[in-house]
Each structure stands twice: as C-alpha cells, then as structure tokens.
C-alpha cells in the first residue's frame, strides 16, 4: 500500500496514553494520514483481510479520552491531527459555515472564523479538543440550552465506514449514517471533514458568579434562565464543598458588586452553589444597555446578596479560559495526572435527591478538582442522533473533574476517588434515578445495552451496515472485532 502520509511502527507509546491516564493500550501502528485516501484505503484494506485479521482502528483527535476510548489495542491508531485537508473554507452570507478538517482544533476553527466577524455557535468548556473527538461524543456547554450540543450544529459530514468507502452525508443525503455519526463514539465511520454552523461573533462578554446556599433557590434560577426567552448567553454552575475562609481562589479576576459586602462573605465550609453565567455583547453598539440588561436579569434571583462577582473579558479569551488553567497547571507539573471523571446527566426529577447524598454525603470536598452542575432543555436538542439522554425534558449535566496526584493512597489519590465515583453510581443505581453517563465507559455489553436502552437495536443495526466487522473505535469497548482468532480484550487498563 502507497500513502502519501506514513505509518510508523517505532515511537508509538504515546498513543497508548490519553487525558485519563488510567488505560495504557499499546497498538501496533500509528497512521500520519495526509489524504482522505491514506485512511480509506487502510480501512479497506483492514476489512478485505475479513475474519482472517485481528486489526482493529482507532481515529485518534486530541488523545482528551478518559479511558482509552481513542486507542486500539494491537491495532491502527489514526492520528487525525496530521491529516491536511484543503484549508478551513468559509461562507459568509445569512446561513454562514465552515469546512473543517476532523483532526482540527475548535481553537484553530474559532481563531479562523473571527477573522470573518463569525463563531460556532456552540462549544465545549475547553477548545484544544478535535471537530471529531466532540462530535463523535456531543460537545457541551453552557450555550447548548440554546443551540443544543455541537453535533446539533452540523450541516454536513465526509465519513469513511468500516468498509473503507467514502461518504458525503448531512440531514437530506444519507441521513441514516449522518444521525449515526453523530454522537456515535466512533464506532460508525471516521469523519474526515464537517460543516459547522456559525454565527456573527461577539466582541465581549460580561461574565457573573453568584453564590447560592439553598440548592433548590440554585436549581429554580438556572431552570428559569434556560426557559427564558430574554436570558444570558451562557449558563451553566458548580458546587463547591467545604471551602472555608473568604472564598478568594475561585474568583480572584472577578470583581466583587459590592466589595464591602463580598469581603465579609465566609463560607464556613457550606455547600455553596455557584451559578455562573455570561451576557455577550458590542461595545460599539450595546455597552449602555448591557450593564441594565444585565441588572434586570440579575434582579429576579435569588443568590446570596453581596456574592455577585463580575469580569469583562474579550469573547475569545471567554471561550479559550480552560487553557489559561492548563497552563498554570502544566507549570506544577500537574496536568498530566490521572484524570478518574466522571460525566452524569441527571432527570431534573432527581437532581435534588442526587445533590443532598451526593454533595452531603459522599463527596466531602470539592478540593480534588470542580464539579459542574447545570440544566439544559432537551426540546432544543435533536433527538435523532446516537446521543443517550435521559428522558425528561430537562436534565442536569453533572461533572466531576477531579485530578489524582500519582502515588497518593490517600483522598487525592486514583483509587480513592474511583472509590467514591462508584459509590456515587452505586446510589443513582440504588434509588433508581433515570441517569445517563456521558462520555461513556463500561466493559460488559450487558452494560451498553442497558445505556442504550431501547436504542439499542437502531445502534446495532446501524453497527452491522456501516462497520460489519467491528474494526472501528474499539477503546469504545462496545462490540467485539469479528475474528477467526476468538476475542480481544480491550477492557484492562494497562496492556501495554
Ligand atoms: P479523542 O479523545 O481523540 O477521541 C474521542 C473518541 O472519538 C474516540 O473513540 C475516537 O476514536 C473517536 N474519534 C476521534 N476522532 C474521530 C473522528 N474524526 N471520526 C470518528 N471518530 C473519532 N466535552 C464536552 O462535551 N464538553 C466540555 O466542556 C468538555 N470539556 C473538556 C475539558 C477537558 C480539559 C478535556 C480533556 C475534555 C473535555 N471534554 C468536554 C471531553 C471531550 O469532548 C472528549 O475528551 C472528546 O473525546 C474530545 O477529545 P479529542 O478530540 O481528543 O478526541
């Protein structure tokens, strides 16, 4: 076989690496694609060889999997950032987009389309991640109460199946794989480029923390924020447990609405509820509203007086704000740790329950890493994608992000915190609580099927026409690579 890029056999183990650190699996070969070729034909040829081969393939973005999900053990790592499609194309106009390569960085597409005055509409909390590592799982944030998740944000798709051929698909041409596509963990095909809807871009954007004690005052305000026609731009919140003191970390570039009254707020190591939103908008155009506007939304919550904090900040350096923590954390060597999180959508029914064993309960302090907790409206999410939510119409997005200092046995350390993720299933599963993982992992079928529910079906149907041998995405540990051989085993974090 001829590429016009070129696999590697030497130099590899990083591939068998990713942001969990926790799964270690070592694959036999890594791809530089450089063509849309490169990959269809090893694809191909991987699907010719049939049961006679164990080879499996795993499209890898950004490596930013928790466990493993973009690695293939034994198999063909596709390293999707080196291939070079034509550059990022945009079209202005009144239904602007941009083609995008899959192994791009939301970054690089946000830095491309300002230059056009524009901006994907929806986004994930952090930008170094791949066009195709979000869509094949969601790609959510606080803007996805609006315009639903990014992959609810795509007009068009190049895929390449398990079979190896190419296909073009979007909403009115080969829906089926589009939909399947989309949310659907890589087992489906590789995305080789998308379309992604933008919008005129703001310039700047007022971003406001407020604090609540009272869970249920927390939880009414954000579920009126995500109805409301007139709302913030952005929405989302966290918990914060046990924290005594002033409570400075957490907002030192916010300034205080009242600093008298905000330097006398101790927390006295409460649960505290932190609702953060953001309102964008124009200097040039709004910035005599936007402090009223602003004032009038706030008015009609309910946090804790004097715990209203403000900062203006550009729109780039509002959505890239993940980074800034990535580098202070790189300086003390402390983000490529272990990363044990654990992604939750919760029934908005549940939420209250969820919050008063969890946060009373089980998790004792939020010192390990931040829990995020906030709603989003389902009627604006498509529902036809791969994408498993729970199914009431507003559900809770709750995420543990918490970091395990290597070689701790004690409550910062991996097993400890995989403990207390357990515990925290443990009674979801107990009270029967409707919940659903996001960025999924599990290692029995058994288990997928039960998350999948009555999807399941559609999902294997969908699994035997476009990927029949199961050579895709196999860190997804969901189908087992059709072999004369017997099976893999893919579940064991380290096999390296
Ligand atoms: P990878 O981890 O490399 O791949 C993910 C999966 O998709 C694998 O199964 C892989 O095989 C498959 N895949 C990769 N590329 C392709 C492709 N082109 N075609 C088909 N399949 C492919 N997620 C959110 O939704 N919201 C957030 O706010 C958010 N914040 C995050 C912050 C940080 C610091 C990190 C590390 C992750 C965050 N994530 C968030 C999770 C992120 O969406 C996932 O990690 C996702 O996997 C994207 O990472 P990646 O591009 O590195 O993809």
Redesign the pocket.
Known sequence: MTFDGNLSFDNIRHVAK??GNIYHLMPCAVLHPKSVFDISSTVKYIFDMGSTSELTV?????????KG??QAYKGVVID?ESLSVPEMNIQTGTLPYIDVS??ELWINMLHESLKHGLAPKSW???LH??V???L??????GQAFRHG?QINNVHRLKVITGRGEIVTCSEEHNADIFHA?LGG??QF????EARIALEPAPKKVKWIRALYSDIYAFTKDQENLISSRDSFDYIEGFVIINRTGLLNSWRSSFKPKDPVGANHFISEGRILFCLEVAKYFDPAESSKHIDEDIDTLLSKLSYIESTVFISEVAYPDFLDR?HQS?MKLREKGLWEVP?PWLNLFIPRSRIHEFSEEVFGNIVRDTSNGPVLIYPVNKSRWKNITSLITPAEDVFYVVSFLFSATPSSKGKDGLEHILAQNNRILQFCERRRLGIKH??PHYSTQEDWKTHFGTHWEVFCRRKRTYDPLAIL?P??NIFQRASSHGRHTYSSRNVA
Not at 58 to 66: Q, T, V, Y
Not at 189 to 192: F, L, R
């Open positions: 990713d942001f795993a499209a890898r973005g950004h490596g930013h999997s928790l999900q973009a999707m899959a192994g994930t909390d952090y991640l791949t195709g590592g979000t094949s799982n969601a790609g959510i944030s998740p596509v963990l890589g095909g590789i995305i080789t993940v990535e990363h996001y960025l995405a860190g997804q």
